[in-house]
């Protein structure tokens, strides 16, 4: 069969069928990269919270109040969560997900207790 | 199994394979392929985005990971390939818009230390992706995507994942083969 042939036998396997719908989702994706990139690390921290947890995506979805299946969504990493949401799942998982610019380089506060004075050993706490 | 075209109009001979939900060959073949009802370009490319997936196929070839690069995490592993896959489509779409020639460029014939026994020809491009792979036939100057995986390892028998898409390929390649059809047919890695 000459490569002519070869190329109208593919052409007719195809036609009639729907063609791919691989380049919506690629545009889809392209379009909204950046909070794409958000998403995805915030689903990579909530997994490796849930393992330290030990903490299942079912249990997480109940904790939430939400299904099972939007769970999976988030932590499929392409999800565009509100801030709602996200904080919600800070509160349930006990982690922060994002930081703030007026949380990031501020400096923590310390307990007195904790302060070392100058020339002593630390305060070892009770 | 059906054949989809990629770029029905703008690029009339890159097409992806959708496999049957039910594929007795392919699962006689020794396929394990639950059909998504997506065809494998789709499939590839949504893979490369879960990140559920993802860290579930790192954690699991944690060690192959390791020997890939031995200073590279699970965590590392998931972004750099979120962002390859971004890159790797970007390409696709830039390059397909082109001749025939160009898409020729695309894609390499696999090389024969990946599989052993296997005819192929012995072209060797230089490849820039690190471990994403497409997986395709040329059947004359058209280019059947057959599928997609995450090669860590240099032999594509060593691991399962790879083997499927051996078979993926040898069941694409029997299904466009016919009596009054043969062809050459060669198995080729996407650069």
Known sequence: MTG????NKIQSLAKGATASPWKELWLYKKENRQWLKKSRDIAMKILDTLEEKEMTQIHLAQQLRVSRQQVSKIVKGQENLTLETISRLEEVLGVELILTNMEIGKPKKVSPAFKKKKGTAPIKRG | ???VAIFEKVHPNLFSVLFDEHDELLMELG???PSTGKDELVNAFEKWKDVFWLRQFFMTYRLDLM???SAMTVKRAIRETTDEADAFYDDLVSMAKNSAEQLS???KPLDNREVDGLPYEFQRLKGKRRWLRLYALK???????TGGAIK????MRERPHLKLELIKLERVKLFLDSADS???FVYLDVI
């Open chain 1, 4 to 7: 002519a042939k070869k190329d």
């Open chain 2, 1 to 3: 199994m059906h054949v």
């Open chain 2, 31 to 33: 396929g394990d392929h």
């Open chain 2, 67 to 69: 020997a890939y690069d």
């Open chain 2, 105 to 107: 460029k695309l894609f």
């Open chain 2, 139 to 145: 059947y004359g100057d058209s280019y059947v995507i």
């Open chain 2, 152 to 155: 860590l390892t240099r032999g």
């Open chain 2, 182 to 184: 043969r062809g050459l």
